[in-house]
């Protein structure tokens, strides 16, 4: 397979053409008013909810909503080819919509027509409209129009009757909500499990937006083959992922990508030490000369570092007529700045730091199944952390960056319910680290009372966390112990990212633990990155391997997780996803046998 410059991959089913493109015998060219109005009509009458299913046959329930949340319906695409600029106005208007629309320059379906055609991208002046369409109930849609100008008789005409036949650009468009590289992989990887495969894509620096297109599985029940996610930003680090997947690299060359993996870590972490998304912003670019001069560095090598961030999408080159010269950050990049509410700079230390370290000891953890940390450094995770205060409140602030799985629980049926249930219902937090998903709870639900279960300073943080926050100082429970008479009814008890630390033994141990403190009625709440049953791509298994190297642990299926319930004299209530490929299983008692 092709790459062009854009770095958008030939769409599977797709051919180069012969310089003279062609069109079939007797073929009837579609009228581009009539499909126009055509797609007009079919926005005002869709919406995600609807569409998904169409698109995805298969996908229901928990993954549908999600998918539906994080995906707004925003258009359907379509390419025409109208003789001049005032043949576009009245088309537009014909089908009623905004003649005056204004329009920007293509990028992604002008490279993709000149692979196809064998033509100059300069030669190709694409435009793209969106005229606004509002839905049924007054949504935000539009119909997005790519118009290539083709007089009559000009050379472009057989470009004009083989497009309009094969409609290789048309498609429906899901724009995301609050995009950022993981939200985008997730979605990707949801997309994947359900028939969808990548189909190119690119990023428009005109309207600074990243497309990431796909085509539907053969047995979607709706007439379009091709789904587009559209994300405002610059997302060119997980379109490089995206496009990947295609497999349009020769093996020597995706083997050369997969060996640099470390070079990326250090790359992103040595960005975060030196605190340069605190010198950069995402407005104005800065030259390198004058961010070396405000962060202490070399220009040669922050130059370097620089141009390599950009291949990753942290930062971005601003070049050209009118332009200042320089580095820019990136909505990526800007997750490591140090005052982002959301920053992930803790973890670009965390995973630059010890745990890079540890996974050069991979071999042994492979060998002998035991944690690579351990053999490292002298003691196990846990211990080592514990004494350096240092560390361990980087530990604690890395665990916190991941907060952002923790937004749905809050509304959880069995978290709501005990809300409700009581005015003394207490939700007890195991191992919580500093309290944030302990927070997010009290401050959904005021009427609930907050139990930590943690080490000291772990407890410190969260006192100090959940006093800012309104929510009241959490309780340490004596000696690190569980017991039921901290637990009151209505009771939820959640364990965050726990079980994965441990082997199957110690996870039967800490849920037998958990089942005797709780009441009958009360809900366990078990925060976890599955391990998908059917092998498709997950942070899970990544993780899996991060887990067996550091800490001796591992990721599980749900089936797995359910055998370790069932053995604590628990039942799997259920599961549904989190943001960051993150799941929450629900377990309640198992009821006791009916007495003869």
């Not at 119909?143 to 005409?157: D, G, I």
């Not at 961010?291 to 050209?320: C, E, K, N």
């Not at 279960?453 to 407890?459: Q, Y």
């Amino acid at each position: 397979m092709t790459t062009t410059l854009a770095g958008e991959t030939m769409p599977p089913g797709e051919t180069m053409l012969p310089d003279a493109t062609m069109l079939p015998d007797e073929t009837v060219l579609p009228d581009d008013t009539a499909r126009l109005r055509a797609a007009a009509a079919f926005v005002r009458e869709h919406d995600s909810t609807t569409l998904l299913p169409l698109l995805l046959p298969g996908i229901d329930g928990a993954e549908l909503r999600t998918l539906a949340e994080r995906c707004r319906f925003a258009h359907a695409g379509m390419l025409l080819f109208p003789p001049d600029a005032q043949s576009l106005r009245a088309q537009l208007d014909a089908c009623g919509l905004a003649a005056d629309t204004p329009s920007h320059p293509s990028v992604v379906v002008r490279d993709r027509l000149a692979r196809r055609h064998r033509r100059d991208p300069a030669e190709l002046d694409v435009r793209i409209l969106r005229p606004q369409v509002p839905g049924a109930a007054g949504e935000r849609r539009a119909v997005e129009v790519f118009a290539l100008t083709v007089p009559p008789h000009s050379a472009l005409e057989p470009i004009a009757a083989y497009e309009r036949t094969r409609r290789h650009e048309a498609h429906l468009a899901f724009e995301i909500e609050r995009p950022d590289p993981l939200v985008l992989r997730g979605l990707g990887a949801t997309l994947a499990r359900h028939g969808a495969r990548p189909d190119g894509g690119g990023y428009n620096p005109h309207e600074n937006g990243t497309v990431l297109y796909f085509t539907t599985p053969a047995d979607s029940s709706c007439g379009y083959r091709r789904l587009e996610l559209y994300a405002h930003g610059d997302h060119r680090g997980a379109l490089a992922d995206h496009l990947g997947h295609q497999g349009e690299r020769q093996p020597a060359e995706t083997l050369l990508h997969l060996l640099t993996g470390a070079w990326t870590t250090q790359a992103l972490a040595s960005f975060a030490r030196l605190r340069l998304p605190d010198a950069m912003d995402t407005r104005t670019a800065c030259s390198t000369e004058d961010l070396a001069r405000l962060t202490a560095t070399h220009p040669r090598g922050l130059d370097s570092l620089l141009r390599y961030l950009t291949m990753l999408g942290a930062v971005t080159h601003d070049t050209g007529p009118g332009r200042q010269e320089g580095f820019r950050l990136t909505e990526l990049g800007a997750l490591l700045r140090t005052d982002e509410p959301a920053s992930m700079r803790p973890l670009a230390l965390m995973y630059g730091g010890p745990f890079y370290r540890s996974f050069g000891g991979l071999d042994h953890a492979v060998r002998t199944g035991l944690p690579a940390f351990d053999h490292l450094f002298g003691e196990n995770h846990f211990d080592h952390f514990a004494r350096d205060p240092e560390l361990a409140g980087l530990f604690d602030r890395s665990m916190a960056a991941s907060a952002r799985m923790f937004r749905p629980l809050p509304a959880h049926p069995a978290v709501t319910a005990a809300a409700r249930a009581s005015s003394s219902a207490t939700v007890v937090d195991v191992a919580g680290g500093n309290g944030e998903l302990l927070g997010q709870v009290l401050t959904a639900h005021p009427g609930l009372r907050g139990v930590l279960l943690e080490r000291p300073h772990a407890v410190e943080a969260a006192r100090r966390l959940l006093g800012a926050a309104g929510c009241g100082a959490p309780l340490r429970l004596p000696r690190g112990r569980l017991r039921r008479r901290t637990v009151r009814a209505g009771t939820s008890t959640s364990l965050s990212r726990v079980l994965h630390d441990w082997d199957d033994d110690r996870c039967r141990e800490i849920l037998r633990h958990c089942a005797r403190a709780m009441p009958a009625h009360a809900d366990l709440l078990i925060v976890e990155r599955l391990l998908p049953a059917d092998g498709s791509p997950s942070l899970a298994t990544a993780w899996d391997l991060h887990m067996l190297c550091n800490v001796g642990g591992r990721e599980r299926t749900a089936a797995h997780y359910a055998r370790l319930l069932a053995d604590a004299g628990l039942d799997l209530q259920g599961h549904s996803p989190l943001p960051l490929d993150a799941h929450v299983l629900h377990a309640r008692k198992t009821p006791a046998p009916p007495r003869p």
